[in-house]
């Protein structure tokens, strides 16, 4: 059973940055993927970036590309996301994910996630 836990939202202005973070439990397996997604106020769960199995290769969400950077510390186990010219947009609760069985095709699907946190809220203001 994986654990993870959110931390770093906050309140900040358009064009600020904000570094997220996500302490996971235990050390993740070769399989396992690790991953952002977000939900703004009244629309559904979005991917935003994820660490795909033991490649570590990243990838974004076209409306973050350029500007958020995901990266997992492994000694600390601890994933990143580095967000960076914050716009409007941005503005949702943050969760982390991690699933031991995602396949490529399907990485961008949340419910092929089986393990969320609790979520931690980015508010970016004008």
């Given at each position: 059973?994986?654990?993870?836990?959110?931390?770093?939202?906050?309140?900040?202005?358009?064009?600020?940055?904000?570094?997220?973070?996500c302490?996971?439990?235990?050390?993740?397996?070769?399989?396992?993927?690790?991953?952002w997604f977000r939900?703004?106020?009244?629309?559904?769960?979005?991917?935003?970036?994820?660490?795909f199995?033991?490649?570590?290769?990243p990838?974004?969400?076209?409306?973050?590309?350029?500007?958020?950077?995901?990266?997992?510390?492994?000694?600390?186990?601890?994933?990143?996301?580095?967000?960076n010219?914050?716009?409007?947009?941005?503005?949702?609760?943050?969760?982390c994910?991690?699933s031991?069985?995602?396949?490529?095709?399907?990485?961008?699907?949340?419910?092929?996630?089986?393990?969320?946190?609790?979520?931690?809220?980015?508010?970016?203001?004008?």
């Amino acid at each position: 059973q994986v654990q993870l836990v959110e931390s770093g939202g906050g309140l900040v202005q358009a064009g600020d940055s904000l570094r997220l973070s996500c302490a996971v439990s235990e050390r993740t397996s070769n399989n396992t993927t690790v991953a952002w997604f977000r939900q703004a106020l009244g629309k559904g769960r979005e991917f935003v970036a994820n660490l795909f199995r033991s490649t570590g290769n990243p990838y974004y969400a076209d409306s973050v590309k350029g500007r958020f950077t995901i990266s997992k510390d492994n000694a600390k186990n601890v994933l990143y996301l580095q967000m960076n010219n914050l716009k409007l947009e941005d503005s949702a609760v943050y969760y982390c994910a991690a699933s031991t069985t995602l396949i490529y095709s399907t990485m961008y699907d949340p419910s092929r996630y089986a393990y969320w946190g609790q979520g931690t809220q980015v508010t970016v203001s004008s």
